[in-house]
Every structure is written in structure tokens, then in C-alpha cells.
């Protein structure tokens, strides 16, 4: 029998199995997974039995691998030692940083921000400052993700794997574009949703110097399957859903339309559009039961917003390489305060925000269903209409 996207479904199926074992936990789960494990092999040559043996193999690992997680281990003080130096070790070096960006000339709400933005350091923002980007719906521009990941990548691609990908000297490339992914993971602390986009990014780095073609779905699939066999209580943390719910709207929604877009005129503005107005729609029933707001029109900033954070980050690159160089530390301010001016300005404007929310487990999970079939369906003509 055939299957498509069997890793997205093996991520789907793991997710289950995880739900499952977070409910009822059980020290039968692991040998149950050996148990199955070892009928798929017996049975490889049977026509339907291995199937469905594997839909039952992924959910009993997902429940047996957060059943084990909770067992406590020999060195899992020494683990734990070692992580805390690891972090305490870069966090060191992100202080470094931040006090290169304040030599350099920046001071108050403009340093904060670039530290924010460029480090993920956000102890230095004001409380007015994050309510601000709260009111205005793009809060997500503090919080480190793909977004940020990929203008860095941007670069290293506009310089580097752009003009060499079809080279024969292609996989030196390989070691520095790994560097710079893994390296600014590290530096920011690792948050959950920049290391969902570095194991995407890895994943297309390497298809791309392949010269091997990576649906966005498996990457996003891999990505998903990577870090909870890691850690399967990161399933609840609220970035990692808020991260790859928003990015599987984003595959969702916006691919299928991304083609006719490209022919229509400014299609650039659209597409920012298209994909903030993705993720909003990802975004919002997890924002609307775990914050009970919900902003209406953030995406609609996303066209002036991300140009200047890119910006912003760029320039803040150029500040720590030439902290000297007193005109990009008095550039970045100015391209800050505007941001922010801007910001402040649209969420002063409370009808745009819908407060007092509460729906409740069920309903969230009919919304979203609700959205996945609209989504699917209208994929399904887009693609019957092109067939004719």
C-alpha cells in the first residue's frame, strides 16, 4: 500500500502516541513498540500487515519515549551540569555582544530592541515596549524563529550558495552554512522555535547542495520528529506550537496560491501578505486560549515591518564586526524609532484587538479541523481548475 508524506504522518502519529502516554503513562508502552517493531520485520513481506503495524509502532514509541523520559538516569546531573555550563558559556558571549552594540553608540529603547531582535536578549525591553508590540499584534518580532534564522541565511545565501550550489567545490560550503545556523542557535540560547528552523534549514541546505528537491511539509515533518524524540515534553511548551502551527498554515495556506502570485504586479507586497496572514490564521486559536486576546489586523504591518527588521538586524551585524563605525549605530536608531513609532501608533487603536477570550480545549481543536478541511478543499480546486 501506498502512503504519501509518510513523515508527516509518522510525526503525526508520533504525536498521538506521545498525547497517549502523557495521559496514561505506563511502563508497558517500550516493550509493546519492541513487540511491534519486531512483528514489521516478520512480517515485511506480507502486503497489509506491515501498514498498519507501523501506524501502531510510531504511536506506542511516542508513548513509550515520554514514559522513559520521565525515568530519572545515572548522569542526568552530570547532563544537566553540562547543559547549564554550555548555556552559561554562550550566554556569556551574547552579554559580549550586547556590549558591543552599547559601545558602539547605542543606548535606551534602541539598544534593547537590536539586542532583542539580533540576540533574542529581551530582559532589556521596557514593559510599555512589549505591550506596545503586543497590542499591535507582532509580538512574534521579539521572539526568535524562523523569520530571524532565515534573513541571516539570506545572506550566507545571497554570497555564498547561491553562485556555488551547482559547483564542484559545492560541500566546502556545507561546514560555515552549518556554523552559522547551529553557532546562532546556540548564542540565543535555543529556544524552541529557532531550533525547529535550523533543523529545516539544515535539512534544505543539504537538499540544495544535493540538488535534491525537500517538500517544506517534510522538513517541517523532520523538524517536528527531531526535537520531540529529543525532548517530547517540548510538545507542550506554548512556542513550539505556536512555531509549527504557524508554519504548517503557512505551507498550507499560502503555497498553493504562492505560484499565482509571482505574475501579479508588486507580488512581493503579496506575498508578505499572504504569508503573515498564513500564520496569523495559525496563530490565532492558540493565541486567542492561551493569551485570550487576539489581534485582528498585526498582519497587515508585515509589509512595512519585516523590510525594516531586516534592516535592523543587518545593520546590527555590521555594528558588531564595526562597532567603529559611528553612522550604522546612528542609522540603526533611526530605522528603530521609526519601527517603533509605527508600532505604537497602529496599537493605539483598541478595537483592532478582541479581548476577554476563553474557548476551551474542544473548541480550539473543531477550529482548527474546521480551518484544515476549508484550507484542503480549496487546494483541491486551485488544482483541478490548473488541470483544466
Given amino acids: 500500500m501506498m502512503v504519501r508524506l509518510p513523515l508527516v504522518w509518522a510525526s503525526i502519529l508520533f504525536i498521538v502516541g506521545i498525547l497517549v502516554g502523557h495521559f496514561?503513562?505506563?511502563?508497558?508502552?517500550?516493550?509493546?513498540?519492541?513487540?511491534?517493531l519486531s512483528a514489521i520485520i516478520l512480517c515485511r513481506n506480507r502486503r497489509y500487515a506491515p501498514d498498519v503495524l507501523t501506524i501502531v509502532f510510531w504511536c506506542l514509541l511516542g508513548a513509550a519515549r515520554?514514559?522513559?523520559?520521565?525515568?530519572?538516569?545515572?548522569?542526568?546531573?552530570?547532563?544537566a551540569a553540562w547543559l547549564t555550563n554550555t548555556r552559561e558559556h554562550f550566554r556569556q558571549h551574547t552579554e559580549h555582544l550586547v556590549a558591543r552594540l552599547q559601545d558602539a553608540g547605542l543606548e535606551g529603547e534602541p539598544l534593547a530592541l537590536s539586542a532583542?531582535?539580533?540576540?533574542?536578549?529581551?530582559?532589556?525591553?521596557?514593559?510599555?515596549?512589549?505591550?506596545?508590540?503586543?497590542?499591535?499584534?507582532?509580538?512574534?518580532?521579539?521572539?526568535l524563529s524562523g523569520m530571524h534564522l532565515g534573513i541571516l541565511y539570506g545572506l550566507l545565501y545571497l554570497l555564498l550558495l547561491r553562485w556555488s550550489r551547482y559547483g564542484p567545490?559545492?560541500?566546502?560550503?556545507?561546514?560555515?552554512?552549518?556554523?552559522?545556523?547551529w553557532g546562532y542557535a546556540l548564542l540565543t540560547g535555543l529556544p524552541l522555535s529557532l531550533v525547529r528552523a535550523s533543523v529545516m534549514l539544515s535539512v534544505f541546505t543539504v537538499g540544495t547542495l544535493a540538488e535534491r528537491h525537500q517538500p517544506p511539509i517534510h522538513l517541517l515533518a523532520l523538524s517536528a520528529l527531531a526535537i520531540l524524540m529529543c525532548s517530547p515534553h517540548a510538545l507542550f511548551d506554548i512556542g513550539f506550537q505556536l512555531s509549527f502551527v504557524s508554519v504548517f498554515f503557512i505551507i498550507l495556506v499560502f503555497m498553493p496560491w504562492r505560484e499565482s502570485l509571482l505574475?501579479?504586479?508588486?507580488?512581493?507586497?503579496?506575498?508578505?501578505?499572504?504569508?503573515?496572514?498564513?500564520?496569523?490564521?495559525?496563530?490565532?486559536?492558540?493565541s486567542a486560549y492561551y493569551f485570550h486576546t487576539l489581534p485582528l489586523t498585526g498582519f497587515l504591518l508585515s509589509p512595512v515591518l519585516i523590510p525594516l527588521t531586516t534592516a535592523i538586524i543587518y545593520l546590527g551585524l555590521f555594528t558588531l564586526f564595526l562597532p567603529a563605525v559611528t553612522p550604522l549605530a546612528w542609522l540603526m536608531t533611526r530605522i528603530i524609532a521609526v519601527q517603533t513609532w509605527i508600532i505604537r501608533q497602529w496599537g493605539a487603536f483598541d478595537c483592532f484587538v478582541v479581548r476577554d477570550l476563553h474557548p476551551s480545549p474542544l473548541t480550539v481543536v473543531l477550529i482548527y479541523a474546521l480551518l484544515v478541511i476549508a484550507s484542503l478543499r480549496v487546494k483541491a480546486t486551485l488544482a483541478l481548475s490548473s488541470g483544466y
Fill in 116 to 143: 532583542a531582535l539580533l540576540l533574542g536578549q529581551r530582559q532589556l525591553l521596557e514593559r510599555n515596549t512589549r505591550q506596545a508590540y503586543s497590542q499591535a499584534g507582532v509580538s512574534h518580532l521579539l521572539a
Fill in 24 to 36: 496514561c503513562p505506563s511502563i508497558v508502552w517500550l516493550p509493546l513498540a519492541v513487540l511491534t
Fill in 263 to 286: 505574475s501579479m504586479p508588486g507580488h512581493w507586497l503579496w506575498e508578505a501578505l499572504g504569508v503573515s496572514l498564513a500564520a496569523w490564521m495559525g496563530a490565532a486559536p492558540l
Fill in 169 to 181: 567545490w559545492r560541500w566546502h560550503l556545507l561546514p560555515p552554512a552549518l556554523l552559522l545556523i
Fill in 66 to 79: 515520554i514514559c522513559t523520559d520521565t525515568v530519572p538516569h545515572r548522569n542526568e546531573a552530570n547532563n
